[in-house]
């Protein structure tokens, strides 16, 4: 039997997980002759006593061809990491999953996509947040990928269902166990328009610990995370972190302060993560990942450079543009602003703070404000 078919049935073994599998090929026993391994030659390989017992009582070429029948009963398809279809921004990961199940179009999962995660119960503004970026983002020719939990995750995957990046759902079961219940039939209609993935084999219910695990997939497969909406302890901080640590981006979305469901996404923020108030912002980070045939009208107006006054005046207010001109005499800090605006500190701030969000202006140390 060939290496692959071996690696799949080492990860169908039950208690054989990624460090078990690990020191096997470090030790090089994922061979032709891996069915001869006795019960000896597994624990010299450092594998457990328990795990040892099943692999000699149950790894052979038998029980992985039934296995494998069922997987294919199930219409449910194996990528390995030996494979040249997997997908190769996960095997740049710390530890990228031996073996990828799935149903649909497994080349999604290589095309430049973005992570959007959130809180599993939204207010009415996450919610309306996550379907319009996940729709912008889909429509310029980004795939969103999420783990079809409860709340945002599937917000987003319906905003994106059907458009030109389309959607993969990652989930943290067997594919014959798709949690949360209710999700049922949203898999069902990934699978048949975008992806659905799993590196857990059929049969494995949901449990806690799972799902970590599964986070670092989500975040292994994009080019970066967005947390549209989470709170302090929210699951979605955990894709964030397994972001950082495969050297990936990480974009937040901003909520009200007095909003417990806004603190994860400010915390992000004040740590250093990309607020996000439109698809441009994550956009124009990866231009080169998109052909510019991807990107609709109304993104291409926005990516044009800001220093284009006619197209930025179109953007603007009537005194964000008088602010605006203002500053292309400058830089100018806060007190000279005041005096040549004639406005109050509050109303000067605001209207500040929004040509900011709109990178229009930056802030230089000292509190003094230029044109981009």
Known sequence: MERRGLLIGLNEVEGVGWKTIDRILQAGLLTENAFLCSYEDWVKAGIPAKIAQKLAADFNEEWICTRCNLMKESGVEAATLLDKDYPERLKETPQPPWVLYYRGNLKLASCPSIAMVGTRVPTAYGRKVGEMLASELSAAGFTVVSGLARGIDSVCHEAALGSKGGTVAV??????????????????????????????????????????????????????????????????????????????????????????????????????????????????????????????????????PVGEDRLREKKLTSEESHLYHILHQGPFTLDELLLRTGWDFGHLHSVLLSLIIKKAVSQLPGAIYKVI
């Open 171 to 304: 989930v943290a079961t067997g594919l014959d166990r798709i949690y949360p219940p209710e999700n049922r039939e949203l898999e069902r209609q990934i699978s048949r328009e975008g992806l659905v993935l799993s590196e857990y084999p059929l049969g494995t219910k949901s449990h806690p610990g799972l799902f970590p695990q599964r986070n670092r997939i989500i975040a292994g497969l994009t080019l970066g995370t967005l947390v549209v909406e989470a709170d302090a302890r929210s699951g979605s901080l955990i894709t964030a972190d397994a972001a950082l640590e495969a050297g990936r981006d990480v974009f937040a979305v901003p909520g009200p302060i007095t909003s417990p469901k806004s603190r994860g996404a400010l915390d992000l923020i004040k740590q250093g993560a990309k607020l996000v108030t439109g698809a441009s912002d994550i956009i124009e980070e990866y231009l080169s990942h998109v052909p510019s045939k991807s990107i609709g009208d109304t993104e291409r107006a926005v990516l044009q």
